[in-house]
């Protein structure tokens, strides 16, 4: 038997946009093969090396179409109230004025493609649907990827499951009609003029950050912008953390981290669950846990290296569709940060010739990889897990050149809320706004959260009420401290392990710490970082907490926090008060 209201809904959608056909995609090897032939045949892709990139293939977008565009983006709540002050707002039905006749008559000429997925591993009652109608077979291929696509998600769904709407258009890809719309209240999105990633994918950031996050208050669980890690102890012990970090602050790298060889050879196992987006409901034992709802990886490649994350460069190494990146002589891939040098020539991602002294990047800085997360040599057997994983701790982090200490716990979930709402990073060249200015970003939420962020923090402590002691314990990371002279004293990367294995040893009630004015630092001495043969000095700098600096700190949380009058959480308030004294 058919789902009537999604059947009523595609047909809807075919009176209004009028395409030529109507294809329901099922996932199978043999779809996709034959749009990847389309594609081929009509230019969108170019078919990359079998040897080196077996079945994988490259794509350009257009060059005002190449990345999420937050100005453009809006949360459509009936009460501009309900959005809150870090969304952008329109009414509903203001903005289906403006959006609803976009779409008429926008895919004559074109196939609909009507794609079915699932978000989380099959039979698991933290997954759920979505739908996205598109006439974009790139979308597909990458949905394909990114997503469970087909009758596993019909099969899901059943005959009267509930689905989120997603519909898309690539348009005439006119900047000034790009509009990527939530409408909470209707369980809908729509985009409309861009064929880029985030704002095309409906699954990502609009269904599985936005709107869960909305379900998420509405149902008692939480959609959050989170890495999901496995660590194994030499004596078998599993551990599990959720990590979020703003952009450009080593949040891949840390998903897929490879332990330094001391670790190996002692036993240390780590796995990568999730490498972007976490949702977390409480299991039957009161604890939280989490799954990761996507199916692949949507990577940035500039930087990624054998080097730098071996395990995310071997992730893409066939099966992957490469956006924005340069095409070499013999069809194969190559970005800035791939290899120390560069290639004698290539096709830029605008599609010109690029040699070294041409003094453009060769990618996009924002292109990427799409790549199945089963590809990932670090990925975890739980993966799959229809229950989840179990979470024992969350780490919060950002770009912090002073003032931040390398590691820190909270005092409690309360605090651990705070320092999450509180979370800074300091912007890079990527970025909009002058290098090294401090951006707020609470939660690494800033431009996914579907609702008011203070109703947010709210519901985070209310989780924390509801969970008492089962709460995962919450720590703060910086990787990113440098000494006077402007040079990082951390060396990152694989050596991340010595803090992971600290905060490990903290959720089991192990771990020596030093309690300061910001909550729990560890004794330096216990974490095996003399054999970095870092300067001590450097270490001195690295778990130092600076009284006026944190005075300072204060300041601009407090400043910070105005923005959201009345709203901001008691606890919130509490939490700032508290540290105000104890400083």
């Known amino acids: 038997m058919a789902h009537q209201a ?15 056909s109507i294809h329901w995609c099922d996932g199978s090897e043999s779809e996709i093969n034959t749009l990847y032939e389309l594609m081929v045949s009509d230019g969108t892709l170019t078919k990359l090396d079998d040897h080196k990139h077996p079945d994988s293939y490259l794509a350009r977008s257009d060059i005002n179409d ?66 996205e109608i598109t006439d974009s077979p790139y979308v597909v291929a990458n949905m394909r990827i990114m997503t469970r696509m087909g009758q596993i998600a019909l099969d899901e769904l059943g005959e009267d499951g509930e689905f989120v709407k997603g519909l898309h258009s690539t348009g005439q890809l006119d900047p000034d009609q790009r509009y990527i719309s939530h409408f909470p209240d209707e369980n809908l999105i729509m ?20 709107l869960a996050s909305v379900l998420g208050k509405r149902e008692g669980w939480m959609a959050e912008h989170m890495l999901i890690l496995g660590i194994t102890s030499p004596e078998g012990k599993k551990s599990h953390i959720c990590a979020a970090f703003p952009s450009a602050c080593g ?113 996009h800085p924002n292109s990427r990889f799409t790549a199945p997360a089963g590809q990932c040599p670090s990925i975890s057997d739980d993966f799959e897990n229809p229950a989840g994983v179990p979470i024992d701790a969350i780490i919060f982090g950002g770009r912090r050149s002073t003032t931040t200490p390398l590691v820190y716990e909270s005092y409690n979930w309360q605090h ?38 203070a109703d947010y923090w709210q519901h985070w402590l209310d989780m924390g009420e509801r969970g008492g002691d089962n709460m995962p314990r919450v720590f703060h990371v910086n990787w990113f401290r440098k000494d006077s002279e402007g040079k990082f004293v951390w060396p990152g990367f694989g050596d991340n392990m010595h803090v992971l294995k600290w905060i490990v040893e903290r959720c089991d009630g192990k771990g020596q710490v030093n309690e300061t004015p910001i909550g729990y630092l560890p004794d330096p001495a216990t ?40 709203k901001l959480p008691e606890g919130i308030r509490a939490e700032l008060d508290a540290l105000k004294s104890r400083l």
């Open 251 to 363: 949040k891949t790298n840390l998903a897929m981290l490879v332990p330094p060889q001391e670790f190996l050879d002692a036993g240390w196992k780590v796995e990568t669950v999730g490498d972007d987006i976490a949702w977390l409901k409480f299991g039957p034992d009161g604890r939280l846990y989490a799954i990761n709802p996507e199916y692949g990886f949507f990577g940035v490649a500039p930087g990624t290296s054998m080097e730098t994350n071996p395990n995310a460069l071997l992730s893409c190494r066939a099966n992957t569709l490469f956006t924005n990146v340069a095409l070499c002589p013999d069809n194969t891939v190559w970005w800035e940060g791939l290899t120390e040098a560069p290639p004698d020539s290539a096709i830029d991602w605008k599609g010109n010739p690029w040699t070294p002294e041409s003094g453009d990047k060769a990618a």
């Open 191 to 210: 985009s409309f003029s861009s064929n880029y990633g985030g704002n095309a994918l409906l699954g990502k950031k609009c269904f599985a950050l936005r």
């Open 416 to 453: 651990g809320t705070y320092l999450g709402a509180t979370m800074t990073s300091e912007k890079t060249a990527a970025a909009a706004g002058k290098v090294g200015e401090l951006r707020h970003d609470p939660m690494a939420m800033l431009p996914f959260c579907g609702y008011h962020m």
């Open 66 to 131: 190449v990345a999420r565009v937050e100005g453009r983006t809006f949360i459509c709540f009936a009460q501009k109230e309900d959005a809150g002050p870090t969304n952008n707002w329109m009414e509903p039905t203001e903005m289906h004025a403006v959006i609803d006749p976009l779409f008429e008559e926008c895919m004559q000429g074109r196939v609909m493609y009507v794609i079915p997925y699932l978000m989380g591993p099959a039979g698991s009652a933290m997954s759920k649907v979505g739908i």
């Open 527 to 566: 974490m095996q970082i003399d054999e970095l043969g870092l300067d001590p000095n450097d270490v001195k700098v690295l778990f130092s907490v600076d009284a006026e600096e944190w005075q300072e700190e204060v300041e601009a949380q407090t400043d910070y926090f105005q923005m959201f009058g009345e």
């Open 6 to 20: 999604l059947e009523d809904w595609v047909q809807e959608v075919t009176q209004i946009t009028t395409p030529d």
